[in-house]
């Protein structure tokens, strides 16, 4: 079965640096998005991504946060300078018709 | 954007027919209802997705009531395995997601 793949699964920063995460969506999607879950707290959208650009994105996707697709197979999210609420899963997800998620990235700053 | 609310926990047993019911008094026209299980530490997974009436898939029902102001997802016969937390999600335009709280379901044996 095809699935949504996140790397790094575990990705540890310093406070001010820059992160990458990563992701490949399954492979016949259109639509690609990211969300965050804080430790203990819900699923939150940030933003999704189609046709090359972004479609929607939410009050939490600032200035700090972009996305990008760089080749036909990856996706990923930067973050320019992490701050320590940064902390918490990413998930990746991809749909044709329902979304798949990603395993998640746990982003821990310091 | 419509909100969703769910109960914060329910118990079951094992074998027993659960039933999650999620309020959506604001729910759009175009919105579709789609609910979600999470795992610790592991991505949510779709489970349904309706906009009227009953939608029936191997794994569970959803049944929508003509106002679409609520549903109600319904998992058979849970086992220890279906213990997750159980989302609904209004589908905005389906670029935006915005899930609720959730429902922790904690099935005993």
């Known amino acids: 079965e095809p699935e949504v793949t996140q790397t790094p699964s575990h990705q540890v920063t310093q406070m001010g640096q820059e992160v990458i995460l990563r992701c490949v969506p399954i492979s016949n999607h259109l639509y690609f998005y990211w969300y965050r879950q804080i430790l203990g707290q819900k699923v939150e959208f940030l933003v999704s991504?189609?046709?090359?650009?972004?479609?929607?994105k939410s009050e939490i996707f600032d200035d700090q946060f972009s996305v990008e697709r760089p080749d036909g197979s990856n996706f990923t999210l930067k973050i320019r300078s992490t701050k320590l609420e940064d902390s918490a899963m990413y998930f990746c997800?991809?749909?044709?018709?329902?979304?798949?998620f990603g395993p998640g990235t746990r982003l821990t700053v310091l | 954007l419509a909100k969703t609310t769910q109960p914060i926990s329910m118990d079951s047993y094992e074998g027993q027919e659960v039933n999650i019911t999620c309020s959506h008094n604001?729910?759009?026209?175009?919105?579709?209802i789609t609910w979600y299980q999470q795992f610790p530490s592991q991505g949510p997974r779709f489970i349904i997705q309706?906009?009227?009436t009953k939608v029936t898939n191997e794994v569970a029902s959803l049944f929508i009531p003509a106002d679409r102001k609520s549903s109600t997802l319904s998992l058979p016969r849970v086992s220890l395995s279906d213990t997750a937390v159980y989302y609904c999600?209004?589908?905005?335009?389906?670029?935006?997601?915005?899930f609720g709280s959730g429902t922790k379901l904690n099935v005993k044996p």
């Open positions: 991504f189609y046709n090359n650009e972004i479609s929607e």
């Open positions: 309706g906009y009227k």
């Open positions: 997800a991809s749909r044709a018709g329902e979304q798949f």
């Open positions: 604001n729910i759009a026209t175009n919105d579709y």
């Open positions: 999600l209004l589908l905005y335009n389906f670029n935006k997601f915005y």
